[in-house]
């Protein structure tokens, strides 16, 4: 969502006419908060410290993103170096008053409007309507807004038309995704993007287990433009934890829809966020979460320890009774887990031809990409391999995260 919001930004910015330099000879600092955790937060406010050196009285600094709707007018009382705080999305008074401070009428030729790259990043809901009790994002995001199909239709086909071959909708849960005109759901709105003339692939993320429909699962494996990939935050694999979270899940669902989907499209890649040492977590419930990993091996796993984030439920009402260094254990020996697993799993591409949509390079020069689950691609020796391509790799060798591989013939 945040790659989405600094994109949005940064297409306002580069059309009005201004240009992406290093920071050293920008005129305008940009901070795109995140605060779903306090060390997100944290690192914010290092950043502005830090940027009080680069701070002159010709150069702005600017702060938008959720800690703007979390602190409020606040941050300009504590950060007196910040010129502007602009709440997501409310992009226009402040593009406004920057065309007031700079006037480049007299510079060089404006750059051509659009940043569009391979992939672009439509936001097709914006807030949350359900109420995790560890979570910050239905304060800070506010409830629920969902985007038109017709406007959703009309930015990809721009995006489409100006060189991107990946549409990828976002979500904090795009499963809830309805078009306000009536129109249908998110299976509706993923069939008629997937139509667009020139697409390739297209994502979405992320999921919610209480609100996936089947449909969407048939969509999905009907296509050959939709990605067969899940990004399903599970939490936890404990149902009294569960209901502590208020996930409006228990694990039987949430293993049902991993059958279904994996009858449907049996190499489909799943991707899966869980948090250790919630308030109760005793440990025979994270016992009941590495169970779950090891059964439903999936493919990648975001593990967070939990920390209490002030004004959450869980935060306020509940005792963060897990030690830390127990915390920490069971992080540790999830990440040797999920590493073992992965490892196991991508071993099974190996000798397979897979269709790699190409991103950019690797450090090394080395064309990489992305398969359509999910998985990351390398291509050894890719030379004439541009960002854009789509190219049939056969796979020579695999890590734990990606593969590596020479252009099939
Ligand atoms: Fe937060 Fe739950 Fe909404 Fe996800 S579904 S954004 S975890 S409240």
Redesign the pocket.
């Given at each position: 969502m945040n790659a989405a919001d600094s994109e949005s930004l940064a297409r306002r910015l580069l059309a009005a006419g201004y240009q992406e330099e290093s920071l050293e000879r920008a005129d305008v600092a940009i901070l795109n908060t995140c605060v779903v955790r306090q060390a997100s937060e944290d690192r914010v406010y290092s950043k502005l410290h830090e940027l009080k050196a680069w701070k002159t009285p010709e150069r702005t600094i600017a702060l938008t993103g959720c800690i703007v709707a979390k602190e409020g007018d606040d941050l300009r009382r504590r950060f007196p170096q910040l010129d502007a705080v602009v709440p997501i999305g409310e992009y226009e008074g402040f593009l406004a008053g920057l065309a007031a401070r700079y006037d480049y009428s007299e510079g060089e030729a404006l750059p051509s409007a659009g940043r569009t790259g391979v992939s672009h990043y439509v936001r097709v809901i914006q807030g949350?309507?359900?109420?995790?009790t560890?979570?910050?994002?239905?304060r800070v995001?506010g409830r629920e807004r969902h985007v038109p199909i017709a406007e959703v239709l009309e930015e990809c086909r721009g995006a489409v038309e100006a060189g991107a071959r990946e549409v990828v909708l976002l979500g904090?849960?795009v499963d809830d995704y309805h078009d306000p005109g009536g129109r249908g759901g998110l299976a509706a709105l993923v069939r008629d993007v997937e139509a667009i003339p020139g697409l390739r692939r297209l994502r979405f993320m992320?999921s919610?287990p209480q609100d996936l429909e089947p449909e969407l699962l048939e969509t999905m494996a009907a296509s050959d433009v939709v990605c067969r990939e899940l990004q399903l935050?599970v939490?936890s694999g404990d149902d009294g934890i569960l209901k502590r979270m208020a996930?409006g899940y228990q694990t039987r669902h949430y293993r049902a829809i991993v059958e279904h989907a994996r009858a449907l499209m049996p190499d489909i890649g799943l991707a899966t966020d869980v948090i250790v040492g919630f308030p109760g977590e005793s440990e025979a419930a994270f016992l009941n979460t590495r169970r779950l990993l090891e059964e439903i091996e999936f493919d990648v796993v975001h593990l967070a320890m939990y920390s209490p984030r002030p004004g959450t439920f869980a935060a306020t009402r509940m005792a963060d009774d897990v030690p830390d260094v127990e915390k920490l254990r069971r992080l540790n020996d999830l990440l040797a887990l999920v590493r073992e697993i992965a490892t196991r799993k991508t071993a099974r591409w190996v000798g397979r031809d897979v269709e790699v949509l190409i991103e950019g390079s690797d450090e090394l020069g080395r064309p990489y990409g992305r398969i359509r689950q999910g998985k990351r691609a390398v291509v050894l020796r890719g030379a004439g391999i541009s960002p854009g391509d789509v190219i049939n790799l056969r796979v020579l060798k695999a890590t734990a995260g990606q593969l590596m591989g020479l252009p099939a013939a």
């Open positions: 949350c309507d359900h109420n995790c560890f979570c910050i994002v239905p995001r904090q849960n992320t919610h935050p939490q996930r």
